[in-house]
């Protein structure tokens, strides 16, 4: 088995909080303690375990009382499942899934389906074409409709429209929800209510006590009315689902989707120069701090992953980055989908500036830092060192890609 330290911060969340069902399960069994008068207690029933056999076995190396075992976080949990056998009514959410992954936006939207859904309700998760996504149970999708086919492929809002109303017609649900997004469902989910010719509520943060809050007025009022049917909900609306699994049962469409007029041609991506990108609309930023030593190799490898550079203030105040590239409280407050720290210690100013970024990996010497505990993935080590093997993979994954090719 490797060595490399691999956290599960979904279960160090659970174990922290007392709330959560699956708490006391994720608690580290105590073999001593020390007793009311000072004296040190044992459990001897607690140490060791029962082998393949039923005999008892008790481990020496230290491992079961909290040696090695405590470097492994890692706990295989079983959420309870919850099953709606036969839907009272449906709950439609149509999730971006920008990169072909329920994007943390699109999770805070199936908690807020799940809040209107009840007990006798279902979540019925629409996507468009092919996806990577594998935890749409977890993520509380009850029923998962997938529209394959090119039609609904790359930026292609109309047909989507298309295929959003065969779903109404067939399954009704009492309720849409789109993420209010940019890049998705801001615009698809505008199109359908006009389709439709309802009035959506848009930029949803809550949804409570039969009315929904959004924010209107340049995001300086609020503005609550009585649930639509069509919701369009900011980041944050509600908690993602956490602590029950889902059965994710496919179902499909009894009719075919009508062809729209193809008014709209998608021509596909175009290369845009990172650097080029402002800091706030950044996808993938590549940031250094202070632990970076090679400022060279570490613009090399910015440019070999065509991430946008981003820098901690230290690095900007000791001159090695533009200030335009500050991350951070008094910096830009970025949301990029990756956000690699490169010898950044983690200081609370510079946590706030990467709150919204949805995964966050640190290079880093020291296994202790705040970086470290904020980062979905942690490499500990020197940067120098890391940046060169991060090149090399990059370039063996691009010869590899060519080879393949040819
Ligand atoms: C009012 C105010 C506003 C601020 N606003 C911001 C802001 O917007 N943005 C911001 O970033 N800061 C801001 N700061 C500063 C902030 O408090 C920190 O001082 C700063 O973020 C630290 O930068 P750093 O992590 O790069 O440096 P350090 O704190 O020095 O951390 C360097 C890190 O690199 C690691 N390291 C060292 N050598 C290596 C190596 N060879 N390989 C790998 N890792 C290595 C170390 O373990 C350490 O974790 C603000 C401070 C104040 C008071």
């Known amino acids: 088995m490797s060595d490399i330290i691999r956290r599960d911060p979904r279960a160090e969340w659970i174990a922290r909080n007392r709330l959560h ?24 029933h607690g140490i060791g375990f029962i082998g393949p056999n039923g005999i008892k076995r008790i481990d020496r190396s230290g491992a079961q009382q909290g040696g090695a075992a405590k470097r492994t976080a890692t706990v295989e949990v079983q959420l309870p499942l919850h099953q709606v056998a036969a839907p009272a009514f449906y709950i439609g959410v149509v999730p971006d899934m920008v990169g072909g992954r329920l994007s943390s936006h699109d999770r805070d939207l199936l908690g807020l389906a799940h809040q209107l859904a009840g007990e006798d309700g279902a979540v019925l998760a629409i996507v468009f074409g092919e996806h990577k996504e594998n935890a749409f149970s977890t993520a509380g999708v009850d029923r998962l409709l997938v529209l394959e086919g090119n039609e609904f492929s790359g930026y292609a809002p109309e047909q989507r429209v298309q295929g ?28 359908f209510a006009a389709a439709v010719g309802e009035r959506p509520a848009t930029r949803v943060w809550q949804v409570k006590d039969e009315h929904c809050i959004g924010r209107a007025g340049a995001g300086l009022q609020d503005l609550a ?7 369009l909900a900011a980041v944050e609306c509600a908690e993602p689902v956490s602590d029950t699994r889902h059965e994710a049962l496919p179902v ?30 950044a996808e993938f930023i590549f ?107 990059v370039e063996a994954y691009r010869n590899g890609a060519k080879r393949d090719a040819a």
């Not at 109404?168 to 989910?189: A, C, V, Y």
């Not at 009315?225 to 919701?231: E, F, G, N, S, T």
């Not at 009508?258 to 609309?281: T, W």
Request: hydrophobic share 45%; charged share 20%.
């Open 287 to 393: 940031s250094g701090g202070n632990g970076v030593k090679d400022w060279g190799l570490f613009h090399r490898t910015a440019e070999a992953l065509g991430a946008t550079e981003g820098a901690s203030r230290v690095a900007v105040d000791d001159g090695f980055m533009a200030r335009d590239r500050q991350v951070g409280a008094s910096g830009t407050w970025v949301t990029a989908r990756v956000y690699v720290a490169v010898g950044i210690s983690g200081a609370i100013q510079h946590l706030q500036g990467i709150g919204a970024c949805d995964k966050v990996v640190a290079i880093n010497l020291d296994p202790g830092c705040d970086m470290i505990k904020r980062a979905d993935l942690s490499v500990i080590g020197e940067s120098a060192e890391m940046l060169h093997a991060l090149i090399a993979a």
């Open 225 to 231: 009315r009585p649930v639509a049917r069509l919701i």
């Open 252 to 281: 499909e469409l009894s009719t075919t989707v009508a062809r729209s007029l193809s008014r709209i041609e998608d021509l596909g991506a175009v290369a845009v120069d990172p650097a080029a990108i402002p800091m706030a609309e």
């Open 164 to 191: 959003l109303r065969a779903v109404d017609n067939q399954f009704s649900p009492r309720h849409w929800l789109l993420p209010d997004s940019r890049t998705g469902g801001g615009e698809l989910g505008r199109r």
């Open 21 to 44: 069902p699956l708490h006391a399960a994720m608690q580290p069994v105590q073999h001593s303690w020390m007793g009311p008068n000072g004296v040190i207690r044992k459990n001897p």
